[in-house]
């Protein structure tokens, strides 16, 4: 019996039977098809699809997020190739529409996150599996707030990438998550979603109580947390995994934990 379903960005799909070759060009979203019990159907990942960690051996590696490999991806033949907006371009989503439907996601919330989880228990029929990652994260998002409620909030500033030097901003999953965390994004309104920013300025544009430096996509080292500190009048910095904070689907259960921690270790 045919199914038709709407994706995150409002485009309806019909599909006689349930799509059983996968490509994905997002590497959180391997991560969710994985866990939701997908393995075998998954045929083609990115090179930065790296959980699981296996993968790389054992499926076909199609590009990157932003270059992908198109006639590699032909070859595989498959019935749905998995997108996101913020990670795929339009022209990228424009032209592998020509080989076979194309699913793209749009995650800026937690209710976001678990929509798309949700589709996905429906295009794959994975159902029973996607209500129990949506149960957990669900579980774990209150044993967090009850967590976090007592906590005092700190004004924030989330570095993404140097020379020049970039920070999260708002209408982005990693905002949502520094909010739930009670870390005020000094960034969140300043134009753009991952603003340019001139170090001199952040005193007058927030001045940070915490400087969180991302592993990803920058590899920040003590140098940058160095010069950053100056010109700040007391920021911490914390090196911290940038997929806690910017990779949605089932990672989620795991960052919750990693923010505990995070929070420990500032008290």
Known sequence: ???????????KHTFETTPKRIVSL????????????????????????????????????VGGTKNVKFDKIKELQPDIIICNKEENTKEIVEELQEICPVWVTDIYTIEDNTKMIHDFGELFNKRTDAKKWIDKINFCLEDFKNFIKDKKENKTAYFIWANPYMVAGNNTFINELLKLNKFIN??????????????????LEGDPDIVLLSSEPYPFKDEHAFEIGRFTHHA????????????????????????????????
């Open 26 to 61: 997002v590497p959180s979203q391997t991560e969710l098809l994985y866990d939701l019990g997908l393995e075998d159907s998954i045929v083609g990942i990115t090179k930065f699809c790296v959980h699981p960690f296996h993968f790389k051996s054992t499926k076909n590696i």
């Open 1 to 11: 019996m045919p199914i038709t379903l709407t994706d995150q960005i409002g485009i």
């Open 186 to 203: 000094i960034y969140e309104r300043k134009e753009g979603r991952y603003p340019e920013i001139e170090l001199k300025k952040m005193r």
């Open 236 to 267: 911490k910095a914390i090196f911290v995994d940038g997929e806690m904070f910017s990779w949605y689907g089932s990672r989620l259960v795991k960052s919750f934990e990693y923010f505990k921690a995070i929070h420990n270790k500032l008290t």
